[in-house]
């Protein structure tokens, strides 16, 4: 194995990569952090998405499949140091491979024309864990597609990229969509919108009873603090609550999403859901 190139963290590709961490200059290159293998393998998939990767002698060893990978896609791979990886990376602890990638997101008329049938929306979520860890339950219950309003958080936040595991490449996003617009152009596909509220006048369980939910569906989840406002409750076809069963105070914003999401897919796939495959 050769001897790393980048020695420096003053060098200009390094510095280049290191300012990514900072939202104005991912907005101005377009580009962002993809930290730690799973999340290098994932972009590696995607066409056209890896730009760049520095890994370490030690890391180019172990993810020897990643980093052929990564040539393979066309990406300019850099051998470099441990200094060097950790002025770049954002953990405490990095896993000695960072990529650049391009901006993935899809615009949200392009996701209207796919008629999808399972959506998470995203309306005033500002923590990029959370943001990252719907994302990946959405990919996780088989969703097609994922809208961030233009009051969430950063797709591309290196913490939000963490916390969707790799999701990220998966499946098509659309950001700074006005939750109004992504509203009303899901309604007219002839999506059902729901808002997920523990404050909801219906309940989860009554609607699965009911057999309402086996057709499109789009959860709107909002801020982890104080939930969703009013004005955007109004905006849904319906507001549900998960039921507390126990004694705990209430769900956080991932987990109720996981729960939301999984009980819509299990409804469009059972008898009569629109996921339902009709033998020829």
């Not at 990252?132 to 009051?151: I, K, N, P, S």
């Amino acid at each position: 194995m050769p001897a790393p190139e980048l020695i420096s963290p003053r060098s200009a590709r390094v510095a280049a990569a290191r300012r990514l961490g900072k939202r104005n200059f991912r907005g101005k290159d377009r580009l962002f952090l993809a930290e730690g293998p799973q999340a290098v393998r994932e972009a590696t998939g995607r066409v056209d998405t890896l730009v760049e990767l520095f890994v370490t002698v030690d890391a180019a060893e172990r993810y020897a499949d990643i980093v052929g990978a990564a040539r393979a896609a066309g990406a300019r791979v850099h051998l470099a140091d441990e200094a060097v990886i950790a002025d770049i990376s954002t953990t405490v602890t990095p896993q000695g491979l960072v990529g650049i990638c391009r901006f993935l997101d899809t615009p949200f008329e392009e996701i209207l024309r796919s008629r999808p049938r399972l959506v998470a929306v995203l309306a005033h979520v500002r923590d990029p864990g959370n943001a990252g860890t719907v994302l990946r339950c959405a990919d996780a219950a088989g969703a097609e597609a994922v809208v961030l309003t233009d009051a969430s958080v950063d797709l591309y936040n290196p913490k939000a990229v963490r916390a969707s595991v790799g999701s990220l490449f998966h499946l098509p996003v659309a950001v700074g969509v006005p939750v109004e617009e992504a509203v009303a152009g899901l309604k007219d596909i002839g999506v059902r919108v729901l808002a997920a509220d523990g404050a909801g006048e219906d309940d989860l369980d009554a609607e699965l009873d009911k057999g309402t939910m086996g057709g499109p569906t789009a959860w709107v989840f909002g801020n982890e603090a104080w939930g969703l406002p009013e004005e955007t409750r109004e905006l849904a076809d319906a507001v549900v609550r998960v039921p507390i069963h126990g004694k705990a105070e209430s769900l956080n914003l991932a987990t109720a999403a996981a729960v939301c999401l999984y009980a819509s897919a299990r409804a469009q796939r059972a008898f009569g859901g629109c996921r339902t495959v009709t033998p020829s």
